[in-house]
């Protein structure tokens, strides 16, 4: 158990819906990254936060949009669902906001149909 | 950008050693770390360097080479459940993170 919990665990929706997936990270670690894994794909780095501050920006899709909270935990927010966005997300979370550890949450299966 | 390089897939059998290859390209180096992740599951941190040499830490050993832009995952005394998927990750200057595409080690009895 890393101390990243991530729900839902599973999610399953329509195309052209709107999604919440959310996150908490380890005690103490002030950045969360969010990641895509779609299938047999590697890990997709999508937005990172740092204490509530936007940090580092990958190749997050307009229609996804996420943030942290003062309390730490971070929400990704998926709309206008396509059937390409069924993957795995992950949430990590590290102390800093540089090369250090990330410990990963179980993820949510994203289901578009 | 940035972008990393490592095989798809590799075999080895129980008890072996096995030596999994990553080489990067990237602008501003942060280091080269290492992941594990089983079918399904998280990925979790096995090692990182951020200075050339070789790191150990138990059965796993990471090495790295900044001049050749160059690193490697040795797996000592191979177990059935390190079967997984591997992934050597970088930071740029930029500390965006970037995963390669992932090695799958299959472990035969």
């Known amino acids: 158990d890393s101390g990243v919990t991530q729900t839902p665990k599973h999610l399953i929706t329509a195309t052209g819906q709107r999604v919440t997936l959310r996150c908490s990270p380890r005690?103490?670690?002030?950045?969360v990254y969010w990641y895509q894994q779609s299938l047999d794909q590697g890990l997709q780095f999508l937005i990172q936060?740092?204490?509530?501050?936007?940090?580092a920006k990958g190749n997050i899709l307009e229609r996804f949009s996420a943030q942290q909270f003062p309390d730490l935990h971070s929400e990704l927010n998926l709309s206008s669902l396509e059937l390409g966005d069924s993957a795995l997300y992950f949430c990590?979370?590290?102390?800093?906001?540089?090369?250090?550890?990330?410990?990963f949450g179980p993820g949510t299966r994203l289901t578009v149909l | 950008g940035q972008s990393l390089e490592q095989p798809s897939e590799v075999t080895a059998v129980e008890g072996a050693i096995v030596q999994i290859n990553c080489t990067y390209q990237t602008s501003g180096f942060y280091g080269l770390s290492w992941y594990q992740q089983h079918d399904g599951g998280a990925p979790t941190f096995l090692s990182y360097?951020?200075?050339?040499g070789l790191e150990e830490t138990g059965r796993f050993s990471s090495f790295l080479s900044r001049s050749d832009s160059y690193g490697y995952l040795l797996l000592q005394e191979l177990q059935m459940k390190d079967s997984a998927s591997y992934f050597c990750a970088v930071k740029g200057g930029s500390y965006i993170p970037t995963f390669g595409r992932g090695t799958s080690l299959i472990v035969h009895p």
């Open positions: 360097n951020a200075l050339d």
């Open positions: 005690s103490g670690d002030l950045s």
């Open positions: 936060y740092y204490n509530g501050e936007e940090r």
């Open positions: 990590a979370s590290s102390v800093g906001q540089g090369p250090d550890t990330q410990y």
